[in-house]
């Protein structure tokens, strides 16, 4: 006898419920999107389950709350890695159940330098983890070897984020390291590695690990094409600290840059010198970046800018050449090129200067990146200097911000800058009026105006 319809109906198997996820910020939707609409990306929706169930009520019972003051807190537990310029981003080292997230493009020098860390701790008496992802025990041997470090530190090739916290719960480690996030899974969810849903519980049950155990943790992070750190923005608020690797992979210099930290000052950097025993600190950076100047050459101008609370000296370089296309070039390295744009637009307004017929090309020599307002006055000298064909003073260091209507405007902690331009060797700092002026150090002009300015570096000539 066939079976009836309905009898068809009771034993199909239920279809497993699906959702389209973005992978960049996370938007949930119920079909596939070519785009999607919270942040505009492209082809980045990917199919995931979702479980099945609704979730029971909580039976938990109410906590006890504790007034504010009644909490004792004592101060953080730091432990220096070994490494001064990356103590110096941390804040003066590594705090006790911090989670910490180090991103940057791939080949940089991301793993190099968390070995570098975790052997240095190791070597100390530090129990260390280090939770290889990406590769296998003896490739990070290898590299070891390779850079010379050696010391007491445990690998763990695993990418089940179960069986790394089992492990962290037994062997207690002072130091967990994960390279990276992306390549761990969380057993309990579907989805590949990397994805949205696996990034954010991955990170999540490091946090709580972190944080009910104590133990530390450092972990790698993948960047986008952007320049951004994949995955969900969940990632970045639930760690403490934000440390990104910039740089040029062609520039033997490094930065590492904390954009967000719990336990110390956002925007300070360290300086790296890749080398063939690893990631070298570079205690001189000023020199390092000046060292390979030509003083004598139009369109080049020393600036000094502030990261974090090191004062750097840095080149930044001009080009102005006639235009053989109907819309000239504007092309701009290590300064965002809306910011050049518009110091043309004030030289050709305020100061009488045409960049109409020429292409224009600005880069800041060493591969470092300024993004502070500050530079607006050495870029300024830098295009003049091009546009003249007149080189600046090679003992000249400029520092300013730049108004629409030509004014010069102070920069913050005038002094540190001045006492650095001292202390290389220059003799004459341009800068906004205000403060600056050192007893004994270099000889301060202020002039109040761009066309001021460039009168005082011997650039209001012919143009």
């Known amino acids: 006898m066939a079976p009836s319809r309905a009898g068809l109906r009771a034993r199909r198997v239920p279809r497993a419920k699906t959702t389209w996820r973005c992978q960049q910020c996370g938007h949930a939707a119920p079909k596939w999107l070519g785009r999607c609409p919270d942040c505009g990306e492209y082809a980045t929706f990917a199919e995931e389950a979702v479980v099945a169930g609704r979730p029971a009520a909580s039976s938990a019972a109410p906590?006890?709350?504790?007034?504010?003051?009644?909490?004792?807190?004592?101060?953080?537990?730091?432990v220096a890695t070994g490494i001064a310029e990356f103590d110096r981003v941390l804040g003066g080292g590594l705090v006790r159940g911090s989670l910490v997230l180090l991103a940057g493009e791939p080949g940089i020098g991301k793993s190099t330098l968390l070995l570098q860390a975790a052997v240095s701790l190791g070597s100390a008496g530090r129990g260390v983890l280090y939770v290889c992802g990406e590769e296998s025990a003896e490739q990070v041997k290898l590299r070891a070897d390779r850079i010379g470090a050696t010391g007491g530190i445990a690998l763990l090739p695993e990418v089940d984020m179960a069986v790394v916290e089992a492990t962290a719960e037994v062997e207690r480690p002072w130091l967990l390291v994960v390279d990276s996030i992306q390549t761990m899974t969380d057993p309990d969810l579907d989805g590949v590695p990397g994805s949205v849903g696996q990034v954010r519980a991955c990170a999540a049950r490091l946090m709580r690990l972190a944080k009910e155990r104590g133990i530390t943790v450092l972990v790698v992070g993948h960047v986008t094409k952007d320049g951004a750190i994949?995955?969900?923005r969940v990632l970045e608020h639930l760690v403490d600290a934000v440390l990104t690797f910039e740089g040029d992979q062609d520039h033997a210099l490094r930065i590492v840059r904390?954009?967000?930290n719990r336990f110390g000052a956002v925007s300070e950097i360290g300086i790296f010198e890749m080398a063939p025993e690893g990631l070298l600190g570079v205690g001189q950076p000023s020199g390092a970046l000046l060292a390979e100047r030509s003083s004598d050459v139009a369109g080049s101008a020393v600036t000094a800018v502030l990261e974090g609370s090191r004062p750097l000296l840095v080149e930044v370089q001009a080009l102005v050449t006639p235009t053989y296309l109907q819309m000239p070039r504007r092309l701009s390295t290590g300064i965002d090129t809306?910011?050049?744009l518009q110091v043309l637009a004030v030289l050709e307004r305020r100061a009488g200067m045409t960049f109409g017929q020429h292409d224009v090309y600005v880069s800041v020599a060493g591969g470092i990146r300024v993004s502070e307002p500050a530079v607006d006055l050495p870029l300024a000298l830098a295009l003049a200097s091009a546009r003249t064909d007149s080189p600046l003073d090679a003992d000249v260091v400029a520092f300013a911000e730049l108004g629409l209507t030509g004014e010069l405007r102070s920069a913050r902690q005038p002094e540190a800058r001045v006492r650095e331009a001292g202390r290389l060797g220059f003799t004459r700092v341009?800068?906004?009026p205000g403060k600056g002026a050192l007893d004994g150090g270099p000889a301060v002009t202020q002039p109040r105006t761009i066309a001021g300015a460039l009168e005082a570096a011997g650039l209001a000539r012919s143009r």
Do not use: C, F, N, Q
């Open 63 to 78: 906590a006890a709350s504790t007034p504010l003051d009644a909490v004792t807190a004592s101060a953080d537990e730091r």
């Open 230 to 232: 994949a995955g969900p």
């Open 258 to 260: 904390a954009t967000k």
């Open 338 to 340: 809306g910011r050049v």
């Open 430 to 432: 341009l800068t906004a």
